[in-house]
């Protein structure tokens, strides 16, 4: 069993960005340096996925400011065996109403990705919001990237950015990893992209948890059933249940600011019960390269 764990390395950020915040927005990233205080060695090697898009630039004046404001925890983090990816929010700054909003098409993917990658090699994604889409998945392939994580099985969620509404579809996505077609990321098809899509493990959803579900899709105009009865649980959560899954690869993520001690509590508790897979293996993703875990 491989298992796979990505932090999307998020700032904190207001609700509505229309100004740089007069705060540091990477104190989270002192959470990460007590989990790895605390945990020492029996931290397991991990993808930590660094936030670098246009609102990073826009508050610190550098896309990779995320990685240089912690360099030396990076480094430390890579010489015991962890990975850096990339983390992107598509939002882009609106000059008419001077606040960010969503953007599926923005212009400064190539910028955020070349600064990012002057640092390290950026194998794999984590998309803000668990966002996806064609035209973004296409991107992600061009700038080289060979796995993203983002897919939640069977979900469709909602949120407003800015004053901007958006949908993140996962709705008829396999639990199997697959490289997407190009002209539908749900799926692969005759002409499918380099990049293999990695869903993230799901739990079980409770009996109250689908009734929710139901209650929010009609809420939204969407009376699709289909994954009602599946949920996603980050690292840091108590877990009520443990994971159904019949694939050889389980992915889960958390966030910084997820760190709380309950979290961490919830964290440690987790890993443990991951360990007690047979034959538990943590990998990144470039050890991935050669497994042969992929769907087609």
């Not at 990505?6 to 104190?27: Q, S």
């Not at 996925?49 to 896309?63: E, H, K, M, P, V």
Request: charged residues 20%.
């Amino acid at each position: 069993m491989k298992i796979l764990i990505g932090c999307d390395v998020d700032p904190v950020l207001p609700r509505v960005l229309d100004r740089a915040p007069a705060w540091n927005i990477w104190n989270p990233l002192e959470k990460i340096e007590k989990l790895i205080s605390e945990m020492q060695d029996d931290l397991p090697p991990m993808i930590w996925l660094i936030r670098a898009d246009q609102s990073i630039q826009f508050c610190t004046g550098s896309y990779s400011s995320g990685y240089s404001s912690k360099e030396a925890m990076w480094q430390q983090l890579l010489a015991n065996g962890h990975e850096m990816g990339w983390h992107v929010h598509l939002m882009s700054y609106d000059t008419g109403n001077g606040v960010f909003r969503f953007d599926p098409e923005p212009s400064w993917l190539e910028d955020a990705h070349q600064s990012v990658a002057g640092h390290f090699k950026v194998r794999a994604t984590r998309t803000g919001w668990d966002y996806g889409s064609n035209f973004l998945l296409r991107k992600l392939d061009d700038l080289g990237v060979k796995i993203d994580f983002s897919a939640l099985p069977g979900s469709i969620s909602w949120y407003h950015v800015g004053g901007s509404k958006l949908v993140v579809d996962w709705i008829g996505v396999s639990q199997a990893p697959y490289h997407p077609a190009r002209d539908n990321y749900k799926r692969s098809g005759p002409y499918s992209l380099n990049l293999v899509e990695i869903p993230i493990t799901q739990f079980v959803n409770s009996t109250v948890g689908v009734a929710k579900r139901i209650a929010w899709r009609f809420r939204n105009n969407c009376y699709s059933l289909s994954g009602l009865t599946s949920k996603t649980r980050l690292l840091t959560e108590d877990w009520p249940n443990f994971p159904i899954s019949d694939q050889r690869l389980w992915a889960f993520y958390f966030h910084p600011d997820d760190l709380s001690d309950v979290g961490i509590r919830n964290f440690v508790k987790n890993l443990e019960r991951l360990r007690g897979l047979p034959d538990a293996e943590f990998v990144t993703p470039s050890s991935l390269n050669a497994l042969e875990v992929f769907a087609d």
